[in-house]
């Protein structure tokens, strides 16, 4: 159920990775940005990878397992995002 209300939130912050060319930037830019949200007090977020070889969408689902303030992630339906749930 968090995640279709998180999927059809159109207010839903978003972290955009495309305009970073090499994952390990893109992750640290993520951290950062995750961060700032969870403090925040959001619920939700939605990572935008992208598609392309998946390199960057395993990058981002290795990370998110590691990280305490993650309840659970998941795919979004197009495959190019990750709805995250805060704890």
Avoid: W
Wanted: charged share 30%; glycine share 6%.
């Amino acid at each position: 159920m968090k995640f279709f209300v998180a999927s059809i939130d159109s207010k839903i912050e978003k972290i955009d990775l495309h305009f970073l060319s090499n994952p390990d930037e893109a992750i640290i830019f993520l951290e950062k940005e995750l961060f700032k949200l969870y403090y925040k007090d959001e619920r939700y977020c939605k990572i935008i990878h992208g598609i392309g070889e998946g390199i960057l969408m395993k990058k981002v689902h290795d990370f998110l397992k590691k990280q305490d303030i993650v309840e659970e992630y998941n795919l979004d339906e197009s495959g190019g995002a990750t709805i995250v749930i805060f704890n």
